[in-house]
């Protein structure tokens, strides 16, 4: 950063402290570098030079939320459906994958969302977690109400 004064409007002391004090750092990594930055400030009148001012700025990473995108499967009627982690198309920018679960906000219409306890279907309830590991594995599923075909999973009504 350089301020140049004009000798037709030579800038104040109060000039250069404000242009100092507006002096900003941005960091726009999603993964930011955890060694410091450091800004040296010098001001001249043109002939001679300030002390050296420091200031040293830490950026410390924010935990950026999962990112969960719609995502439309395929299932044969009266046929229990496996759901699969990339059924829930959830991505996190800072964590790892292992780490990582699903809520179920919604159930649907029609047919019942139903998760594996040990060796028994047992149906989800609103707000029930589960984690990818246990998705993973096959342990939940989408049971569709017998006869039912059609779109479900937005309360719906099949077809």
Same mark, same amino acid.
């Given at each position: 950063?350089?301020?140049?004064?004009?000798?037709?409007?030579?800038?104040?002391?109060?000039?250069?402290?404000?242009?100092?004090?507006?002096?900003?750092?941005t960091?726009?990594? #999603? *993964?930011?570098?955890?060694?410091?930055?450091?800004i $040296?400030?010098? !001001? =001249? +009148?043109?002939?001679?030079?300030?002390?050296?001012?420091?200031t040293?700025?830490?950026?410390?990473?924010?935990?950026d939320?999962?990112?969960?995108?719609?995502v439309?499967?395929?299932g044969? #009627? *009266?046929?229990?459906?496996?759901?699969?982690?990339? $059924?829930?198309? !959830? =991505? +996190?920018?800072?964590?790892?994958a292992?780490?990582?679960?699903?809520?179920?906000?919604?159930?649907?219409?029609?047919?019942?969302?139903?998760?594996?306890d040990?060796?028994t279907?047992?149906?989800?309830?609103?707000?029930?977690?589960?984690?990818?590991?246990?998705?993973?594995?096959g342990?939940?599923?989408?049971?569709?109400?017998?006869?039912?075909?059609?779109?479900?999973?937005y309360?719906?009504?099949?077809?």
């Amino acid at each position: 950063l350089v301020l140049l004064a004009l000798m037709v409007m030579p800038l104040t002391l109060a000039d250069y402290m404000q242009a100092i004090k507006n002096i900003t750092f941005t960091n726009s990594s #999603e *993964d930011p570098s955890t060694v410091p930055r450091i800004i $040296t400030v010098t !001001v =001249t +009148d043109g002939g001679n030079y300030s002390n050296t001012a420091t200031t040293t700025v830490n950026v410390v990473a924010v935990n950026d939320a999962p990112v969960a995108a719609p995502v439309n499967v395929t299932g044969t #009627e *009266d046929t229990p459906l496996i759901l699969g982690w990339s $059924t829930f198309g !959830v =991505t +996190d920018v800072d964590s790892p994958a292992s780490s990582l679960g699903i809520k179920i906000t919604q159930l649907p219409g029609e047919g019942k969302l139903q998760y594996l306890d040990g060796s028994t279907w047992k149906d989800v309830a609103n707000n029930q977690t589960f984690s990818k590991a246990d998705i993973d594995a096959g342990k939940l599923r989408f049971l569709p109400d017998a006869n039912e075909s059609g779109v479900n999973g937005y309360g719906g009504t099949g077809m």
